[in-house]
Every structure is written in structure tokens, then in C-alpha cells.
């Protein structure tokens, strides 16, 4: 059975795709690689899988654990660089869409490089316990006309295995699917895009 894939990156310099269980085999893509099919006990290119379910396969890099869950946000394992590089893979829309972390919760979030700041949705705001409504308010154009939003600092964002502290955000009224990278984190980051990789290096 194959399922629509679902990418992460395992490492700074690793990206791996869940792309579907084959028997008790997990379909890996790593790196762009053509799809590969590793049973428990084996490695591939550095990712060893330790498990494999019915939806979900447990993977290992590093010494470092985590699980890759069909149809679910990617997660990151591990770091060759010291935390200073992340590599992500394109979705089939051409979208970079991973998770990380906000002040320390966890977070699904859309590269977004059209946006000025990090953006994100009221209901988001509120699960991360973010303190919005005492920053200083701002006028937002919004699907239904003009909105009034929170512009506020977040003392850190962890994509990958890099964190970046007192990064501006704006905290929108209405919900949002992702929370939106903009360019107030971007700017810590050399940016190369090569087909569906996107390579963030963050500057000294």
C-alpha cells in the first residue's frame, strides 16, 4: 500500500520521506533518492528503522529516535552541523512544510517567503499560551476585510535542529493552517533552493 508521502528532515544535512508501509518494510525517501523499501534492522544512508506499524515506522539517526507517521507533520532527528543547517524537501505542491517548535510547543509551519514576519492564527496563539493581546496592535487585511492583529516577540523558533531567539511574529484573528515562516526568521538564513530542496544555513 502506498500512501501520500510525507517528508521531514531526520538530520541537519538528511531529508527523509515516509512514503508508504510495504509488509513489514517502510518505504523510505531519503534525500530525494528513489523510494527504497528497509526492513527493521537495516540502515539506509544513515536512517535505520527500528520498527514498523501499520501507519507509522520508527526511525533512528544519531542514537537519536523519533516516529514517521503517515499523512502526519514530518519530524527532525538529530544534527551533523552544530545546528546551523536545515534541509527541507518540497510536498507536491511545491510547498517547504515541516514542524518546529515556539517558545518551546510544537508547531506545524509553511516557509513563506512573501510574508515580512511570522504569522499565526489566533487559535495557534492561544494553544501555544502566547501572551498576544499585550502586544502592540496592528491592521491587517484579511478575506474579509480589515482585521485587527497583535504584533509580539517570540523569545525563540527551532526549525530542524536550529533555534533562532526574539523572532517578531504577528498573531492574525482568523485560524490558519500553518503557522506562516516569514521573513523576520528567514533573514537569520542563507537560502538555496535546488529543484525541491530548500537549504536554510543560518548566518554567523
Known sequence: MLTALSTGVVQA???????????????????????????????????RVISVEKEQALIEVDGAR????????????????????????????????NTGMINGTRMQYMVDTGASTVAIGKPDADRMGLQYTKGQPVQ????????????IRLD??????????GVEAVVTPQSMPHVLLGNSLLGAFQMTRTNDQLVLEKRN
Open 13 to 47: 544535512q538528511t531529508a527523509v520521506a515516509l512514503a508508504g508501509i510495504l509488509g513489514s518494510k517502510a518505504l523510505l525517501v531519503v534525500n530525494g533518492s528513489a523510494p527504497r523499501g528497509i526492513a527493521v534492522g537495516e540502515t539506509h544512508q544513515g536512517v
Open 66 to 97: 523519533r516516529s514517521l507517521r503517515l499523512g502526519e507533520a514530518p519530524v527532525s532527528v538529530g544534527s551533523r552541523t552544530g545546528g546551523r543547517r536545515v534541509v527541507l524537501m518540497a510536498d507536491t505542491r511545491g510547498h517547504f512544510i
Open 140 to 151: 491587517m487585511n484579511t478575506a474579509n476585510g480589515v482585521a485587527q492583529g497583535w504584533l
Open 156 to 165: 525563540s523558533v527551532r526549525i530542524g535542529d536550529v533555534e533562532v531567539y
